[in-house]
C-alpha cells in the first residue's frame, strides 16, 4: 500500500529564514510526486510535479527536490505570503493519488 | 477556462436530510474525485470515476453515493445526512490515473446539525 508522511506537521519560521519541508514516501512504482499549497478556505493549487530521482523543480522562493525515498520542499528567505498548508502526493500506476497530511507553514513578518 | 467548480460553496443541513454536491470540469479530463478534508485527516478520497462510466471506491465511501453524469460532471449525494459527514468536500480532475497533474475545485463547506 502506498503511503505519504509529511514531516513536520507545523512549522514556524521568521521572515527570511530559509527552511526545508520532508515527504517521505514508500510506492510500488513511482510515476510522479506532486507538491501543492492550499490557503485557507480554498482547494489545493498545483506547484510542481517530480518524476525520477535527482529531479529538481523551482519557482520563486520554493525548489523541490526528489530521491528514491523522499522529496524536499526548501523554502528560500520565506515572505509573509508564504504561509499556507504544502501537501505532497504520490502516483503509481493507475490508481488515485495518495496525498499526506500537510505541512502547515507560518510565515511571521 | 474555468477549470473545476463546485455547487454549493457552503450548505447547512439537518441530520438526516438528503443533497447533491455538484461538480464540473471544462478540461475535457478523464478522471474525476471527490476528497473530504478534515483537520488532521488530510485528504480523503470519498469515490472516484477512473473514466466516463465507471465509478469505484475509495477510502470513506460510506454514506455517500456518486454519479458520473457525463465527462464534464461527477455529483456527490448525500441520502441521509449526519453530523460525521461536516466537512469540506473538493473536487479533483485529470487527465487520467497516471502522471498528469490533477487540479482541484474551490471546496464545498457541509455543517450536518
Known amino acids: 500500500e502506498d503511503q505519504v508522511t509529511q514531516s513536520p506537521e507545523a512549522l514556524r519560521l521568521q521572515e527570511g529564514e530559509s527552511s526545508s519541508l520532508n515527504c517521505s514516501y514508500t510506492?510500488?512504482?513511482?510515476?510522479?510526486l506532486f507538491w501543492y499549497r492550499q490557503d485557507p478556505g480554498k482547494g489545493p493549487e498545483f506547484l510542481f510535479t517530480l518524476y525520477s530521482a535527482g529531479e529538481e523543480k523551482e519557482k520563486e522562493r520554493l525548489k523541490a527536490t526528489l530521491t528514491k525515498k523522499e522529496s524536499f520542499l526548501h523554502i528560500t528567505a520565506p515572505k509573509p505570503e508564504d504561509s499556507a498548508t504544502y501537501l505532497c502526493?504520490?502516483?503509481?500506476?493507475?490508481?488515485?493519488?495518495?496525498f499526506g497530511k500537510g505541512t502547515r507553514l507560518s510565515v511571521i513578518a | 477556462n474555468a477549470g473545476v467548480t463546485q455547487t454549493p460553496k457552503f450548505q447547512v443541513l439537518k441530520t438526516g436530510q438528503s443533497m447533491t454536491l455538484q461538480c464540473a470540469q471544462d478540461?475535457?479530463?478523464?478522471?474525476m474525485y471527490w476528497y473530504r478534508q478534515d483537520p488532521g485527516m488530510g485528504l480523503r478520497l470519498i469515490y472516484y470515476?477512473?473514466?466516463?462510466?465507471?465509478?469505484d471506491k475509495g477510502e470513506v465511501p460510506n454514506g455517500y453515493n456518486v454519479s458520473r453524469l457525463n465527462k464534464r460532471e461527477f455529483s456527490l449525494r448525500l441520502e441521509s445526512a449526519a453530523p460525521s459527514q461536516t466537512s469540506v468536500y473538493f473536487c479533483?480532475?485529470?487527465?487520467?490515473?497516471?502522471?498528469?497533474?490533477?487540479?482541484f475545485g474551490p471546496g464545498t463547506r457541509l455543517l450536518v446539525l
Open positions: 470515476s477512473a473514466s466516463e462510466g465507471t465509478t
Open positions: 479533483a480532475s485529470r487527465t487520467r490515473t497516471g502522471i498528469e497533474t490533477q487540479y
Open positions: 478540461m475535457n479530463h478523464n478522471s
Open positions: 510506492v510500488s512504482g513511482l510515476r510522479g
Open positions: 502526493a504520490v502516483s503509481s500506476g493507475n490508481t488515485p493519488l495518495v
